[in-house]
Structures are given as structure tokens and as C-alpha cells.
């Protein structure tokens, strides 16, 4: 498919989002930096009125029942202005409940799912590891069946939303298998005996997006909290390529941010008695910049219109992450460059960009691992990263 062009619906539905980040985001964004606070639960509640983390939730569990394109719209003109907002968005549509969805039970899906478009149910996702980051299948916390209830032991790292989500969908090791035959998936809510969380990290970026270990030190959960059982790793991954994308929109968000500010600042600033757009290095800079921007947005574009309601090709994703990724981390410096001096201040907010842009690069699959996965497909065969392992 190659119609990217929206809907008079989805117009309608972005340019609402813009208003909200322009309006209501815009002039509290730089507090909760500066707080390292995440969202307060009165704008969860107002995304939730607005209808933003219901998007792609079925309409039968309260949601809108869109397609993928229409939360990645969304996340897009919130992330431009203030992430920690977006990632309300993107936890509700492109997060963990998608896997509920996919592949939980009937009753889970009537547990969990109507919950998240109120707002009354966040949930994030447990994946990484101390040991467990790009290689993930080597991952050691266990889950262990007993009677009726599953008993949890590990460690989990990284997790953004750590210590402030009220549920975790957790990737663990169900039984003795090796890599991703054992894996598995156990939904464990935050207060559930034996659960801690350990100090909230001190990022580089991301300031309004809490990340806290997550420990287990024999946490009981129902039976009915298993998601999916050893050996469906696959599974699990298939629907991360939604997350994935989520991402890639959070990077478009940084660059189109970046390029927003750029073109504004160099009609403004003056050098030599003249307007700096007037020369012709930040002309071709400005436009290198709108180039890769466009270039990501079509990349996502064609993996989310290309999955409708469904999964993506996880090709088009791989692709579209990697380029996005790097793009923003590009376009960001770019911009900090134009800015000269200004740039490498806080009032000016390219700075901050270029923080986050370097987050959205490192979670959910490097660009690194990305281009291990596209070769894998483009050579019709995998590729093993372990020492002395046969190839």
C-alpha cells in the first residue's frame, strides 16, 4: 500500500491533539522537566476524557477500535511538545495491554482491557535485564507454576514506568528450556506480595518518564495472570512491534520538534547584518533536516497503514525504527547547531530533544539490533550473536 493520506477523521483527531499539546502541555512541560515528575493523574484522567487511551482498544472493552495509524497521530503531536504526556498514549495503545489483547484469555481481556481507556489501569512491560538487554532470551527471571497461583524470582532493569505503573506485563522463564523456548508472559500488579522497585534512575533524559528496577523475590500471582506460556516468545515479539513503532513516532516527534524550532530560530537570528536563513550552509542544513524527518515519517506511515488493526511486518518496523531512530539523534544535533550558542541551552529546549532522542534510540531494540533483524530477513535466515555458537 502507498496511500498515506489521512482520513477527514484522522485530521480532525490530530490537529485536536495538537491543540491540547500547544494549549495545555506547552506551558507545563518545562516544570515537570526541570521536577524530574512524571505526569500528575489529573492529565492522565484528561487524556483518558479525551478519548486518547482508548484509541486502538477495542470497542467492545470501551475503547475507539481504531487502527494503529490514529494512536501513532496522537502520540506524535503530544511528543513534539511534552513526552512524558505521549507516553501516557503510548503505554494505553502501543504498550503491553496490546498483548492482552492479541493473545490473553477472554476473561483477562474483560479484567484488564476496559480499564485502560479510563485511565484506572496503567501497565508497562518487563523485558531487560542486568545480564538480559540486546541478547533478551537470556533473561533468568523464572516463573514457576505451584497449584494455582505462579511464583516469580529475578530481576528486571530498564523498566520505564518502573515504580509508578500499577500493573507489569513480565517476560519470564516458565520452565528449564533454553532461550526463547522457556519464555513467557505473567501479568504481576504492582503491590503483589514479594514485588519492590528500586530507586528511580537518574537518566540523561527522559525526566518525566519514571525507570526504577523491578524485583521478585518469590511474588505470587494467580494462575489466570499467565498471559502466554513457554514457548511464546514469538508471540510476545510480534505484538512489541506495535510498541515499536511507538517509538519510531516518539523519535519523528523529536526530529519534527527539532526542525519546527530550527526554521524558526533562523528567521530570527541575525549574523553579519543579516538573517542566518539568508546563508546558504543553513539552507541546506534546514533542508537535510526536512528531508530525514519526511523520510521517518514515511517509514512509520507505511508499517502502520500497512498493519491496519492487525500486527506489522516486523521487516517495516525493524526499518522504520533503525532510520527514525537515527534521524532523530541526527536532525536534534543538527538543530542544536543552528541555535550556535542558544542550542546548548535549556531555554531554547533543543537540548532536551537531543537527551531524548538518544532514550527512544536505546529502548525497545537498538538501531544496532535492528539491522541484525533486517539482515536476518533480507538473508532469509538468522543470524546467532553468542561466541562459538554455530551460525
Given at each position: 500500500?502507498?496511500?498515506?493520506?489521512?482520513?477527514?477523521?484522522?485530521?480532525?483527531?490530530?490537529?485536536?491533539?495538537?491543540?491540547?499539546?500547544?494549549?495545555?502541555?506547552?506551558?507545563?512541560?518545562?516544570?515537570?522537566?526541570?521536577?524530574?515528575?512524571?505526569?500528575?493523574?489529573?492529565?492522565?484522567?484528561?487524556?483518558?476524557?479525551?478519548?486518547?487511551?482508548?484509541?486502538?482498544?477495542?470497542?467492545?472493552?470501551?475503547?475507539?477500535?481504531?487502527?494503529?495509524?490514529?494512536?501513532?497521530?496522537?502520540?506524535?503531536?503530544?511528543?513534539?511538545?511534552?513526552?512524558?504526556?505521549?507516553?501516557?498514549?503510548?503505554?494505553?495503545?502501543?504498550?503491553?495491554?496490546?498483548?492482552?489483547?492479541?493473545?490473553?484469555?477472554?476473561?483477562?481481556?474483560?479484567?484488564?482491557?476496559?480499564?485502560?481507556?479510563?485511565?484506572?489501569?496503567?501497565?508497562a512491560i518487563g523485558i531487560s535485564e542486568p545480564d538480559a538487554g540486546s541478547a533478551a532470551?537470556?533473561?533468568?527471571?523464572?516463573?514457576?507454576?505451584?497449584?494455582?497461583?505462579?511464583?516469580?524470582s529475578g530481576n528486571k532493569r530498564w523498566i520505564s514506568n518502573g515504580g509508578h505503573a500499577?500493573?507489569?506485563?513480565?517476560?519470564?522463564?516458565?520452565?528449564?528450556?533454553?532461550?526463547?523456548?522457556?519464555?513467557?508472559?505473567?501479568?504481576?500488579?504492582?503491590?503483589?506480595?514479594?514485588?519492590?522497585?528500586?530507586?528511580?534512575?537518574?537518566?540523561?533524559?527522559?525526566?518525566?518518564?519514571?525507570?526504577?528496577?523491578?524485583?521478585?523475590?518469590?511474588?505470587?500471582?494467580?494462575?489466570?495472570?499467565?498471559?502466554?506460556?513457554?514457548?511464546?516468545?514469538?508471540?510476545?515479539?510480534?505484538?512489541?512491534?506495535?510498541?515499536?513503532?511507538?517509538?519510531?513516532?516518539?523519535?519523528?516527534?523529536?526530529?519534527?520538534?527539532?526542525?519546527?524550532?530550527?526554521?524558526?530560530?533562523?528567521?530570527?537570528?541575525?549574523?553579519?547584518?543579516?538573517?542566518?536563513?539568508?546563508?546558504?550552509?543553513?539552507?541546506?542544513?534546514?533542508?537535510?533536516?526536512?528531508?530525514?524527518?519526511?523520510?521517518?515519517?514515511?517509514?512509520?506511515?507505511?508499517?502502520?497503514?500497512?498493519?491496519?488493526?492487525?500486527?506489522?511486518?516486523?521487516?517495516?518496523?525493524?526499518?522504520?525504527?533503525?532510520?527514525?531512530?537515527?534521524?532523530?539523534?541526527?536532525?536534534?544535533?543538527?538543530?542544536?547547531?543552528?541555535?550556535?550558542?542558544?542550542?546548548?541551552?535549556v531555554e531554547y529546549g533543543m537540548e532536551r530533544l537531543h537527551r531524548d532522542a538518544h532514550?527512544?534510540?536505546?529502548?525497545?531494540?537498538?538501531?544496532?539490533?535492528?539491522?541484525?533483524?533486517?539482515?536476518?530477513?533480507?538473508?532469509?535466515?538468522?543470524?546467532?550473536?553468542?561466541?562459538?555458537?554455530?551460525?
Amino acid at each position: 500500500m502507498t496511500d498515506f493520506q489521512l482520513s477527514a477523521e484522522q485530521l480532525e483527531l490530530q490537529t485536536l491533539a495538537a491543540t491540547v499539546a500547544r494549549e495545555v502541555y506547552a506551558p507545563l512541560a518545562d516544570g515537570w522537566e526541570e521536577k524530574h515528575e512524571p505526569l500528575p493523574q489529573s492529565e492522565v484522567q484528561r487524556l483518558a476524557d479525551l478519548g486518547f487511551l482508548g484509541i486502538c482498544i477495542p470497542e467492545e472493552y470501551g475503547g475507539s477500535g481504531a487502527p494503529l495509524m490514529d494512536a501513532l497521530l496522537v502520540i506524535e503531536e503530544l511528543a513534539k511538545v511534552c513526552r512524558p504526556a505521549a507516553f501516557q498514549v503510548f503505554e494505553a495503545n502501543v504498550g503491553p495491554a496490546r498483548v492482552i489483547e492479541f493473545f490473553g484469555t477472554a476473561e483477562q481481556r474483560k479484567r484488564f482491557l476496559p480499564r485502560v481507556p479510563t485511565g484506572e489501569l496503567t501497565m508497562a512491560i518487563g523485558i531487560s535485564e542486568p545480564d538480559a538487554g540486546s541478547a533478551a532470551t537470556d533473561m533468568r527471571t523464572t516463573a514457576r507454576i505451584e497449584g494455582d497461583e505462579i511464583v516469580i524470582s529475578g530481576n528486571k532493569r530498564w523498566i520505564s514506568n518502573g515504580g509508578h505503573a500499577d500493573h507489569y506485563l513480565i517476560y519470564c522463564r516458565m520452565n528449564d528450556s533454553p532461550g526463547a523456548k522457556g519464555i513467557g508472559a505473567v501479568v504481576v500488579p504492582a503491590n503483589a506480595p514479594g514485588v519492590s522497585f528500586g530507586q528511580r534512575e537518574k537518566l540523561m533524559g527522559w525526566k518525566g518518564i519514571p525507570s526504577a528496577d523491578i524485583y521478585f523475590d518469590k511474588a505470587r500471582v494467580p494462575l489466570s495472570n499467565l498471559v502466554v506460556d513457554a514457548g511464546g516468545f514469538g508471540k510476545l515479539f510480534g505484538v512489541f512491534s506495535i510498541e515499536r513503532l511507538g517509538n519510531s513516532t516518539m523519535s519523528l516527534a523529536i526530529g519534527q520538534a527539532a526542525l519546527d524550532k530550527t526554521i524558526a530560530y533562523v528567521q530570527e537570528r541575525e549574523q553579519f547584518g543579516r538573517s542566518i536563513v539568508e546563508f546558504q550552509n543553513v539552507q541546506q542544513t534546514v533542508a537535510d533536516m526536512k528531508i530525514q524527518v519526511e523520510a521517518a515519517r514515511l517509514l512509520i506511515r507505511r508499517a502502520a497503514v500497512n498493519a491496519g488493526r492487525g500486527l506489522p511486518d516486523t521487516l517495516e518496523v525493524s526499518v522504520a525504527k533503525c532510520y527514525a531512530n537515527e534521524m532523530a539523534k541526527r536532525v536534534s544535533d543538527l538543530g542544536m547547531q543552528m541555535h550556535g550558542g542558544n542550542g546548548y541551552t535549556v531555554e531554547y529546549g533543543m537540548e532536551r530533544l537531543h537527551r531524548d532522542a538518544h532514550g527512544w534510540a536505546i529502548a525497545g531494540g537498538t538501531p544496532a539490533i535492528q539491522k541484525v533483524r533486517i539482515a536476518s530477513e533480507l538473508f532469509g535466515r538468522g543470524f546467532n550473536q553468542r561466541v562459538g555458537s554455530a551460525v
